[in-house]
Nanobody
């Protein structure tokens, strides 16, 4: 059974940093491109960042570029999202999934709250 488990969320003050993790099991992680998504209360799910299988190609949503860094460690079956200079608008539930996303691979996500 394929599972994606997100972790590392919590409450952080504006301007603070946080690192999220996404650990996969049940598949060959290194053969999948990975994308981080987020969904804020009352809003649609949106793409945050993308990383290719090898980690060479990384793309970001415009509002996250320069503040977020996506990375991966294929030996650990884990992708990461380092978030700096957090803003209140970054408050959301964060998820990871292969690209393109598979319906049955969505995990529980991890909640991030940016508040003073």
């Amino acid at each position: 059974q394929v599972r994606f488990v997100e972790s590392g969320g919590g409450r952080v003050q504006p301007g603070g940093s946080l690192r999220l993790s996404c650990t996969a099991s049940g598949l060959t992680f290194s053969t999948y491109d990975i994308t981080w998504y987020r969904q804020a209360p009352g809003k649609e799910r949106e793409l945050v960042a993308f990383i290719s299988k090898s980690g060479i190609t990384r793309n970001y949503a415009v509002s996250m570029k320069g503040r977020f860094t996506i990375s991966r460690d294929n030996a650990k079956n884990t992708a990461y999202l380092q978030m700096a200079s957090r803003k209140p608008d970054d408050t959301a539930h964060y998820f990871c999934n292969p690209d393109p996303p598979r319906t049955t691979y969505w995990g529980q996500g991890t909640e991030v709250t940016v508040s003073s």
